[in-house]
């Protein structure tokens, strides 16, 4: 397996490109240009987006919540490295420019390095899987993040376009690579590929949940020879009916609890019209219960 994840690959800029690599990849693959990094209700980080990517778990559970990756629970939730080695006899091998990344999440592969660019990310990608005998590779590139930082995440700039196409020049010497194998006819190889990041971008369109934060718009290509192609789009959240806010009850002592975002609203001249709707959603246990109240002037 090759698990391949870069920083700041936005799904929506990439899927305006069709780069000629990760087009020939689609056609043989379950992918996404509209998978979510996260839907935690915190400021989404790059930091967050590797530790959910190699925990599999969210911020909740792993407990990174910033730009720091030191305070990851890997006791409770190991990274997937940590739990091949702890339960199966395969060999890992893993690379990043990221010397915390590396040292603090990829330190439980067999072997590996850190490296001082993409370009060398994929050179000793590379030599890893014609010459080496792991069973997982992870790569870290981290170019497109950068880049996009410095300029900007829109698919129309020169330079974050440049960046991206260097990336899917890489992917495409992967798996090329992949298949100049001696043994390649005996092996069953998968390839993932993924964003820990978006980046920031302009909005078109007013979306106000997770999907329309850019910088959790992430990539997932799940590629296999045998596979046939399979896009999965993101859910329609541009043309939601209604948008507002509602009082959130939560249970504790006193037994509940009601609080509301903006208490003002309810403060009602005497000339003003208004209706109220009470929906209550009850868990039955010994007495069902349940009500509703209409209040309208």
Known sequence: MLYVIADGIRGKALQQLELPNLK??????????????????????????????????????HKVVDNSLSQIDQTSYPSLLKRIKSEKNLHTAAFSTNEEFYNVVLKDA????????????????????SKGTSDLIVSHFSEPYIVGLQHSFEADDQEYLEALRAFDTALGELIETIKQRPTYGQENWLVVI????????????????????????????????????????????????????????????????????????????TSDDFTIVFFFNVKYYEQPQLSYHLIQT
């Open 24 to 61: 020939i990849i689609s056609r043989n693959a379950l992918h996404s240009y509209g998978s979510l990094g996260d839907y935690e209700d915190i400021q989404f980080t790059k930091e967050i987006g590797l530790a959910n990517l190699m925990t599999g778990v969210t911020s909740t559970k």
């Open 194 to 269: 993924t964003s820990s990041i978006g980046g920031p971008a302009e909005n078109s369109q007013v979306d106000n949940t997770s999907y329309g934060d850019n910088e959790r718009n992430t990539i997932t290509f799940f590629y296999n020879p045998k596979f046939s192609r399979s896009l999965l789009t993101r859910p329609n959240s541009t043309e939601i009916p209604y948008d507002g806010s509602a009082i959130r009850y939560t249970y504790g002592s006193p037994a509940v609890n009601a609080t509301l975002q903006d208490a003002s609203s309810f403060n009602f001249d």
């Open 110 to 129: 067999d072997m590996g390095s850190l490296a001082i660019s993409d370009a060398d990310i994929l050179t000793k990608t590379k030599e890893e899987i």
